[in-house]
């Protein structure tokens, strides 16, 4: 599986699959059916930020994973610009 998550998106997804496990196991209130949709979307958010691969956002042409390695290789063509640079020697 070609990975889809970005590092960002790891974290927000890690947010959601905590909360809604703590929905699954300590919500009183919500009844059956709440926990059962926090167990799912906790499950899911946990599973999909350990594994870096969502399978909706392939379905759906998303990749964030993509747009971090891009800005990680503009920034190492910066640095490596920057370095070239200062070892140029001057006369």
Not at 15 to 26: C, D, E, F, M, Y
Not at 30 to 43: E, N, S, T
Not at 68 to 73: D, L, T
Request: charged content about 20%.
């Amino acid at each position: 599986m070609k990975k889809n998550v970005g590092g960002m998106d790891r974290g927000i997804r890690y947010a959601i699959g905590i909360s809604g496990l703590a929905v699954a196991l300590l919500g009183h209130r919500v009844g059956i059916y709440g926990r059962l949709k926090g167990l799912l979307f906790g499950a899911m958010g946990l599973y999909t930020a350990t594994s870096g691969y969502c399978p909706m956002s392939e379905y759906m042409g998303i990749n964030t994973a993509q747009v971090e390695r891009s800005r990680r290789r503009r920034a190492v063509a910066e640095q490596k610009s920057e370095a070239a640079a200062l070892m140029t020697p001057i006369i």
